[in-house]
């Protein structure tokens, strides 16, 4: 059970994690997904909260990115930027 | 060399990349290169087959919607799919600027003769500003990434190989990632976006 709340306890923070970082996205921007559509930030905060296809895309694409982070030389963590 | 194209125009992800392959032909123009340019309505599956068919066409490259097992034209008529075209890209190198259709199309598309194949395994995600609806070419946030894709049909424009090409618009992804990694830069939110097409990005030849 305690395990069970963990897992839901990390998706919520990944989640979260993702909405904060999608907010750094201005808000004159949509994204273009394909055949999806072209969305706005705030579509795309909806559409992750429900974790529906395109909000599972995001959560892969902005994970990936925070992965891809751990791998970089730490001088080059140093230089990272902020978000917007 | 003879390049053929599709431009279907009735969204605003197909409108972005009408323009941006419209670079493409210019970058034809001016090298001289012949071309066939499919574009809006002329998109469809009846022409691209019949110009593929009867022309003597080297390079292919198809902006538009896709899937794993199709790429769509005009209203999203499917101009191609698995078992349906594929078999059209003997000794011919094709890029696919949709998304997927790297995944299971690409493969058949090499599986029947192609020279070489260059497209997307994961759906293909770009920014647009709002404010730059009525000009693309001037969506300085859409740049980075349209000009990553763009270089491979640039390269391939020039004349360089599947493999030459992929390397070519790797290289200007790395290169655009250093840049909005740089603490200076604005707009790091396009980092993940470039790092996902990049990575989505195949080539099999």
């Keep these: 059970m305690e395990e069970k709340n963990s897992e839901q306890k990390n998706s919520e923070d990944t989640i979260n994690l993702v909405i904060a970082r999608l907010k750094t996205i201005p808000s004159n921007v949509e994204l273009s997904v394909g055949n999806e559509g072209s969305f706005s930030v705030e579509e795309l905060i909806e559409k992750v909260k429900k974790q529906d296809d395109i909000g599972k895309k995001m959560i892969e694409m902005q994970l990936a990115y925070l992965r891809s982070l751990s791998k970089l030389p730490t001088q080059d963590l140093q230089n990272a930027p902020a978000a917007n | 060399m003879l390049l053929l194209l599709t431009r279907p125009r009735y969204d605003t992800p197909t409108h972005y990349l009408f323009y941006w392959a419209g670079l493409l032909i210019d970058e034809a123009k001016r090298r001289g290169v012949n071309f066939i340019d499919l574009n809006k309505s002329k998109a469809n599956k009846k022409q691209l087959h019949s110009y593929l068919t009867k022309q003597p066409v080297d390079t292919v490259i ?6 794993p097992e199709a790429v769509a034209g005009e209203k999203n008529e499917v101009i191609l799919s698995v078992g349906n075209g ?4 003997k000794k011919r190198t ?10 299971i199309l690409g493969k058949e598309i090499m599986e029947n003769g192609a020279k070489g194949f260059i497209g997307y395994i994961q759906p293909f ?17 859409a740049a980075p990434v349209l000009e990553c894709s763009n270089q491979i049909g640039l390269s391939l424009i020039k004349g360089k190989s599947a493999t030459e090409a ?11 990632i250093d840049k909005y990694s740089s603490s200076a830069t604005v707009n790091s939110f396009l980092l993940p976006i470039l790092l996902w097409n990049m990575t989505s990005q195949v080539c099999y030849q």
Aim: proline letters at 4%.
């Design chain 2, 125 to 141: 995600i770009f920014p647009a500003d709002r404010d730059c609806f009525n000009e693309p070419l001037k969506d300085e946030l």
């Design chain 2, 166 to 176: 992929h390397k070519d618009s790797l290289v200007k992804y790395a290169k655009a």
């Design chain 2, 94 to 103: 094709i890029f696919v600027r949709a998304c997927d259709a790297g995944a």
């Design chain 2, 86 to 89: 594929t078999d059209l890209f």
């Design chain 2, 62 to 67: 198809l902006n538009g919607h896709g899937s």
